[in-house]
């Protein structure tokens, strides 16, 4: 308590009164604090109390003193310069103080700003500022006894406007270099306050500082820069202009030239933050604008989607062919905008640029304007600068949908025709292993009659089915190639249905199925083909049989619906995905469990079926649940009148023909097997039959045995089939035999060339023998009639 009323100066709680409070001040030249004069105790109850860095130098070694804020300042200097000579705490600036200190103690006060002083601080040099006032201090015998110094730190100030000249002259040299015109306006009516020589020479170097823009290029008042200027000046925006069209007096007495910018106004503010200019910067890019028209011009005339894209792929410019094609605006485009039109599944591919090489292709989809993608494809080379970095890309984007789906499609094709091929030879294989096992049978010493019978029963049944699968490949090549016509007649539903059951149902009994009919009551009727209407079922029913495990059940039902026949099958059978369902009925498409089942086929059947459906103008469908769920498939055509007499359900059966009398029969064929089993299988009915293996001895036996009938094959050495009847149908003899084509050869147009060489029927093989056999009666009944 005695201390603090005789050291009341030292009351304070600053760090440096508590240090002088506490200091030991034994060995320090001032003494302690209760033997320092008043005059002493005044000033540092004075700097104490301030928040300015203060000292006090005091004595013959002006030992210091110092506020808290001063202490800042000495940095690592502080605690231990408290009472220490003032000369000995700064002797690294000692020489720059001392005129300062004698000029105080010699009764001077003064003032200096910004004084540099190099200080040690923080262990190293250190440029430093200073504003400071010095000031003598009396003792209490009036005379003057140390300084007292007030001062601040203007480091930071100083630097700063060191670099702020620094920028000024940076920006000055930036200004006057400029290779773009550069001006500043100010105030509300845009006078020039400064313009660069770019600028001037823009403006045919008028005399344009101090004057308005009105008054000093009066020719752009109305073009609507000065009103942009407004603008900028009272909204405080900025405004980018890019190729802006304006009609300037370049030179003195010229008529105005038309002129392409590209310029910044750019706001200027003063202190209060209001706009009192405006900075205009820009470059003449007339040049650039033609040559880029020009570009466009030529650009929009080819039919490709043609760009220029930076170093990145960023779009900066596309001909009119984009928007054309996508709909999307040519600016909505720029930059990484074209994207929005790549397919999402493709955006990761669409810009995968190769620097090294300079050269990029790719293929992706794009959007069309009406949402539809297609596939395109881009090529782009790179553009070059001086150090070889690239610049841009220069590129097309051309439409290769078409060219896409027919390699697809000739892809499909080629791998169709070699599962095709394939299953042909399957197919084929798969009869000729019993017929030759048969066959082997027949010539067996130890077979009994019942051995043989079954043998010869396998070999009819199974050259039936080789001959089917013949009959399905010519007639889709003739639906394929428009070339199949109906026979269209009117036709009795139930006949039509009994027909294809008929055909259908071996394979339906030997799988033990179950076949349920549904029948409309009333007798319906249709213009259609029956043969070919009766194949569309029996495909379908046959179909069901094959997909269904034994056992099975299967579904037949016609109904009528809106002037449309109705026929539906329905089975419980193996079922289609999906994906099945989308390619059912395409060519040699089969649902994926089917091929581990033994069915078989060449899997054109509901191709050929949906066809003959479409060509009776009508349509065909499936459905399915999913695999092991079952199918349904419906064909729809349309109709007639839905019923008539019951006279129309009875089918015209015909009575076979007996042979009136026996003839003789040429058959001429190369292959020697096919001609003498025919041969043997009509002497066994009773014919007189004789074999040729080539056309010249065919016209030569005919000459000379003057035949009732004629079977030639088309395909014979020395004389073909055509060239045979051409003969025959030249000798002068009045009756000729009758000509039956047998050939291989099963399209149109080969029966149509086969009537017009002189052929009277065309069959094609391979066929069923009872036909043959059936003609030659019909023609020996015809002779005994004559």
């Known amino acids: 308590m005695k201390a603090k009323k005789q050291l009341p100066f030292l009351t304070g709680n600053t760090e440096m009164a508590q240090r002088m409070r506490t200091h030991d001040w034994s060995t320090f030249s001032l003494g302690t604090p209760q033997q320092w004069p008043q005059s002493l105790r005044s000033v540092v109850h004075l700097m104490l109390g301030s928040a300015f860095p203060m000292f006090v130098a005091w004595g013959p070694t002006l030992a210091l003193l110092y506020n808290d804020s001063y202490a800042e300042i000495m940095s690592d200097k502080h605690p231990a310069a408290l009472g220490k000579p003032f000369y000995e705490v700064w002797h690294e600036v000692h020489d720059d103080l001392v005129p300062l200190v004698q000029r105080a103690l010699g009764g001077e006060s003064f003032y200096m700003e910004n004084l540099p002083l190099r200080l040690r601080r923080h262990g190293f040099d250190d440029d430093a500022w200073f504003t400071f006032s010095y000031s003598p201090v009396l003792d209490d015998e009036d005379t003057t006894a140390g300084i007292y110094c007030a001062c601040v730190e203007t480091t930071a100030m100083v630097r700063a406007e060191q670099q702020q000249r620094v920028q000024q002259q940076r920006l000055q040299a930036l200004f006057r270099q400029t290779p773009g015109f550069t001006a500043v306006l100010r105030g ?42 407004n603008r900028v000046y009272q909204n405080g925006e900025a405004y980018v202009g890019h190729s802006m069209r304006v009609m300037l007096g370049r030179e003195r007495g010229a008529p ?49 989607i043609s760009w220029v894209a930076d170093a990145g792929g960023a779009i900066e410019r596309l001909n009119s062919q984009w928007t054309r094609y996508t709909g999307q605006d040519a600016q909505d485009a720029m930059g990484a905008g074209w994207r929005a039109a790549v397919h999402p599944d493709d955006s990761a591919g ?34 070059r600068g001086a150090d070889g970095g690239v610049l841009r890309w220069f590129g097309t984007t051309t439409n290769i949908e078409d060219a896409r789906k027919t390699a697809d499609a000739l892809r499909n094709a080629d791998r169709q025709k070699d599962e095709f091929l394939a299953t042909l030879a399957h197919e084929l294989r798969n009869p000729l292993t019993p017929i030759r096992t048969a066959a082997r049978l027949l010539v067996t010493a130890g077979a009994d009659e019942a051995v043989r019978t079954r043998a010869t029963r396998v070999i009819q049944r ?37 027909s294809a059951v008929e055909a259908a149902q071996p394979g339906i009994d030997a799988k033990n199925h179950t076949l349920n009919i549904a029948l409309p009551d009333n007798a319906l009727w249709i213009e259609a083909d029956p043969v070919r209407m009766a194949q569309v079922l029996s495909n379908l029913l046959n179909n069901a049989s094959k997909y269904t495990d034994a056992g099975g059940i299967i579904s037949l039902d016609i109904r009528l619906a809106d002037a449309r026949l109705v026929f539906g099958v329905t089975d419980n059978g193996i079922g289609m995905s999906p994906a099945t369902l989308q390619k059912v009925f395409q060519m040699f498409a089969q649902e994926q469990t089917a091929l581990d089942r033994s069915e078989g ?86 014919y007189t039959v004789v074999t040729a293996p080539d056309g010249l001895q065919a016209v030569a036996l005919a000459i000379e045995l003057k035949p009732d009938v004629m079977v030639l094959d088309i395909g014979m050495p020395g004389l073909n089939g055509y060239e045979v009847a051409q003969r025959i149908r030249l000798q002068p003899e009045g009756n000729f035999p009758l000509l039956v084509a047998a050939t291989g050869w099963g399209q149109e147009d080969d029966r149509l060339k086969a009537l017009q060489a002189g052929f009277d029927l065309h069959l094609t093989k391979p066929f069923d023998p009872q036909e043959l056999i059936d003609v030659i009666a019909k023609r020996a009944m015809a002779l005994a009639s004559s």
């Open 188 to 229: 509300p009516d845009h006078v020039f306050e400064i313009a660069n020589q770019s600028y001037l020479q823009l403006t045919g170097f008028r005399d344009v500082l101090g004057k308005s823009v009105a008054e000093a290029l009066p020719e752009v008042i109305g073009q609507g820069f000065i009103e942009l200027l």
């Open 256 to 304: 105005l030239s038309e002129t392409y910018l590209n310029f910044v106004y750019q706001p200027l503010v003063d202190s209060s933050g209001q706009v009192d200019g405006i900075f205009v910067q820009g470059y003449d890019v007339t040049q650039e604008h033609q040559a880029q028209e020009a570009l466009l011009a030529f650009s929009n005339s080819i039919p490709a």
């Open 601 to 686: 086929g060449l899997g054109i059947g509901l191709a050929l079926s949906k066809g003959l459906v479409e060509l009776h103008g009508g349509e065909i469908s499936a459905r399915s649940d999913g695999p092991g769920l079952g199918s349904r498939f419906e064909v729809c055509i349309p109709c007639g009148p839905t019923t008539f007499s019951e006279d129309a359900r009875d089918k015209n059966t015909e009575t076979p023909v007996t042979p009136a009398k026996p003839l003789t029969v040429l058959i001429a064929d190369d292959n020697r097997d096919s001609a003498e089993t025919l041969a043997e299988l009509l002497r066994l009915d009773g």
């Open 350 to 383: 669409a810009w995968r640029a190769d620097k090294e090489n300079g050269e990029w292709e790719g293929e992706y989809r794009l959007r069309r304007h009406d949402g539809i993608y297609h596939w395109f494809i881009t090529r782009a080379v790179v553009q």
């Open 462 to 498: 199974q050259a039936g089915h080789m001959a089917l699968l013949l009959d399905d490949l010519i007639d889709i090549a003739r639906i394929t190639q428009r070339r199949l016509e109906l026979k269209k007649t009117r036709v009795d539903i139930a006949s039509l249905v009994e």
